[in-house]
């Protein structure tokens, strides 16, 4: 279970995160929504202490994330990042072994993990393995950094736009992926986005964020059928309007 | 030119250990600084600022300057060490640059990465800050390397040979043979490491990793071949041999070589050479005892070291308190009298003296105005030249400090019309110059005398008596023909040197 409380970022006189309050059940995949400038992001490196906070705090299974060192914090937290960051002078098998060998996982335990988590992530362990990264495409590099952020069996996952640089096909079956990888894990995920339709996919809650505050939080149901304001009824009408266009495209070809 | 091949070992041997070494320990040095300004930005300013500022420091002024700065703390002031540091200072600046701008280079992405899977900040640089900029720290490194082998060329002055020996002795004995088998094998040496760093460097980046551990293993072998020798040589230096000190002119090339045939004809005592000091320099050495021998004239004593007046200085009074001066504040015994003079003098073409009629230097005064004078690096700086100006009310066009071994020929082609000659040089007749005559007595006497050390003294009376035998036997005409067979005729000075030994013995 992830708690923020009061969270708030400022830099000077900006507020970037202002005040925010949520809870993540175990188990739960929860998508912070917004366009750019919303502060999800910062409010998603708050919780492994990428970003510190001004004020507020987070709790990890009621534990405040501040009372243990930032570095073994984030060894707990598997973290999936927008810009992928494979580290480009290790192999794609050394990229996903890194939080193990920090921990100190025997080399068998950790060899043995990669080619599991190489087949979770569906790539060809055999084929990749000793692989570069430039050597893949960027679909491929994603599945190795979501297979990198669970390669210490985290209980948590923090997936930060980590599709959106990718064509639409292949954000399709990652998203499919993951959808996959969380109902076999059971983890518990924060997942942050702009896209409407990737929000309504994955979430079991999405929270809507607008200028650093939290606008409304709850099941897609929920925010179709209940929205809060109209920024939200406007954002959650986007994708029925997509439909509605696709809807009519096909009626007039069948017609 | 066969005596020259066979010195190459030695000499490159000596000038890969200077490379070599300084290189190490510049990186020893410049890497953790160039690590540590990019963790604690006030350090970067400071620390560039001192490596910029050496880098401007002439090569040649930097590894003089360590011989005064070492004497002053203590440590041994002639040989390996002041080069030595002075190359690791000149190495620093490309490896520190290139180390600041490798870390600030590196995508913000990746670092964030790095944290985010949980490394902490030891682990970050380790794994991956300095892995990404590797391959342009290792650009540094060779930037570095090709500097400092050129540079360590300059490293014969203060008492360390290298490939340097070849071109300064060549260019003073006009040997150009041996000057050209210097350049070319510094350069081939330069251009050895190069290709060696550039291909680790492209290993790197490909990520070629047997290619890097096989130009590692190629650094690893030079390394450990320089370990061995350097071990051999320090471990052979503490063994019993004298070591004979020689300042950078043909002259003194020669008398070098006679002092140590002579001890090694005479005791068996095995010795050493240390050739092309600065005049200072060989002095300095003595008195602290890391040379123990060398030809010295009295009247640079006077004059440099006594600061006495040069006017109307008498000759034996000279010597006389010259011996005891030596002796009573620095040990240093006052061995002999070799039996010639080599006195600075001033001279010009025999045919401006003709034209002009100039015999003596009150002669010149006159037409100094519109001649140039030429002097070595040192002439003009020197006690005698300040009194000689002053005596004579001399104020030529301008002065023009040159390489000695240049200057003779600058006189006789008429790039300059008076020079501050040596009265022993064979080029002073080869150049058709005339010595003109000191009228009112501004030069003191300069006899050539033998100095020892104090150790030496203590230590090995039987090489003070050996070298005792050598009192008289140089006359000023056999020092000027063997000067000339040397610088005209191609003589090797060690070969003139085991001639004269046959003929005294």
């Given at each position: ?83 992928i960051g494979l ?5 794609v098998?050394?990229n ?32 990749v393995?000793?692989?570069?990264p430039s050597e893949l495409s960027g679909g491929q590099q994603q599945r190795v950094g979501v ?18 640089a990718l ?89 | ?505």
């Amino acid at each position: 279970m992830i708690e923020l409380l009061h969270l708030t970022k400022s830099y000077g006189a900006t507020v970037v995160v202002a005040d925010v309050c949520l809870a993540v059940e175990a188990g739960e995949l929860l998508v912070l929504l917004g366009e750019s400038g919303s502060g999800k992001t910062t409010a998603l490196k708050m919780i492994n202490r990428l970003i510190e906070p001004t004020s507020g705090s987070v709790r990890l299974d009621g534990e405040d994330v501040r009372v243990i060192p930032a570095y073994q914090l984030r060894r707990r937290i598997g973290y999936v990042f927008q810009r992928i960051g494979l580290f480009p002078h290790m192999t794609v098998a050394e990229n996903i072994a890194i939080t193990p060998s920090l921990l100190g996982w025997d080399s068998q335990r950790t060899w043995t993990r990669v080619d599991e988590l190489l087949a979770t992530v569906e790539l060809d362990a055999s084929a990749v393995k000793d692989r570069f990264p430039s050597e893949l495409s960027g679909g491929q590099q994603q599945r190795v950094g979501v297979a990198r952020a669970l390669a210490a069996e985290p209980q948590v996952l923090l997936l930060d736009e980590p599709f959106g640089a990718l064509d639409p096909l292949t954000r399709d079956k990652l998203q499919q992926s993951v959808v996959r990888i969380r109902s076999a894990q059971r983890l518990t995920a924060i997942f942050v986005t702009h896209d409407m339709v990737e929000a309504l996919m994955l979430a079991d809650r999405i929270a809507v964020m607008r200028a650093g505050r939290l606008v409304q939080i709850g099941t897609p149901h929920e925010l179709l059928t209940a929205p809060a304001d109209d920024y939200v009824a406007q954002l959650m009408g986007t994708p029925r309007r997509q439909a509605e266009v696709v809807d009519r495209l096909l009626a007039r070809d069948g017609a | 030119m066969r005596a020259q091949l066979a010195l190459l070992p030695l000499y490159l041997t000596a000038h890969l250990q200077l490379t070599l070494c300084a290189l190490l320990v510049g990186v020893a040095i410049s890497v953790p600084l160039g690590v540590l300004a990019t963790r604690i930005r006030r350090f970067e300013a400071p620390v560039m600022a001192i490596a910029n500022i050496t880098q401007t420091i002439p090569a040649l002024a930097l590894l003089a300057v360590m011989v005064p700065l070492l004497a002053a703390i203590g440590l041994k002031s002639i040989g390996f060490l002041p080069a030595f540091i002075g190359l690791v200072l000149y190495s620093m600046l490309p490896i520190l640059r290139n180390t600041i701008s490798g870390l600030d280079s590196l995508d913000d992405s990746l670092l964030e990465a790095a944290r985010g899977v949980g490394m902490t900040a030891a682990q970050q640089l380790r794994l991956v800050e300095l892995p990404l900029a590797m391959p342009i720290i290792v650009a540094g490194v060779r930037t570095a390397a090709v500097w400092t082998v050129g540079m360590a060329t300059l490293s014969t002055p203060v008492g360390a040979p290298s490939l340097g020996n070849y071109i300064f002795s060549g260019l003073q004995t006009r040997n150009f043979s041996a000057v050209l088998l210097g350049c070319v094998a510094a350069s081939a040496l330069a251009l050895l490491l190069d290709g060696l760093v550039r291909t680790l460097e492209r290993a790197i980046r490909e990520r070629r990793r047997n290619g890097v551990v096989g130009i590692l293993l190629i650094f690893a072998a030079l390394y450990v071949y320089t370990g061995i020798t350097l071990a051999r040589g320090w471990s052979a230096e503490s063994t019993n041999r004298v070591v004979v000190g020689a300042k950078s002119f043909t002259e003194q090339y020669i008398l070098s070589a006679i002092l140590a045939r002579q001890i090694e004809a005479e005791t068996g005592v095995a010795t050493e050479l240390v050739s092309s000091l600065g005049s200072t320099v060989a002095f300095d050495a003595l008195r602290t005892n890391q040379i123990e021998v060398y030809v010295e004239y009295s009247g640079t004593i006077w004059a440099t070291i006594m600061k006495r007046d040069t006017r109307g200085a008498e000759r034996e009074q000279v010597l006389r308190e010259v011996a005891s001066y030596l002796d009573q504040t620095m040990g240093v015994e006052l061995v002999a009298k070799l039996g010639f003079e080599n006195a600075y003098a001033l001279a010009m073409r025999n045919a401006d003296g003709d034209r002009l009629g100039v015999r003596r230097i009150s002669d010149v005064v006159s037409f100094a105005p519109r001649l140039a004078m030429g002097g070595d690096y040192e002439f003009f700086a020197r006690a005698e030249w300040e009194q000689v100006r002053e005596v004579y009310g001399l104020e030529f066009r301008e002065l023009r400090s040159m390489d000695p071994a240049l200057m003779y020929q600058a006189a006789g082609n008429g790039t300059v019309d008076v020079i501050g000659a040596f009265s022993t040089d064979g080029r002073i007749k080869a150049y058709d110059l005339r010595v003109l005559e000191d009228d009112r007595h501004a030069i003191p006497p300069y006899d050539a005398i033998i100095l020892a050390g104090a150790q030496l003294r203590t230590a090995q009376p039987q090489v003070i008596a050996a070298l005792r035998q050598l009192a008289g036997r140089i006359s000023a005409e056999e020092m000027r023909r063997m000067n000339q067979q040397v610088d005209q005729e191609g003589a090797d000075p060690d070969t003139v040197a085991r001639d004269f030994i046959g003929r005294v013995q």
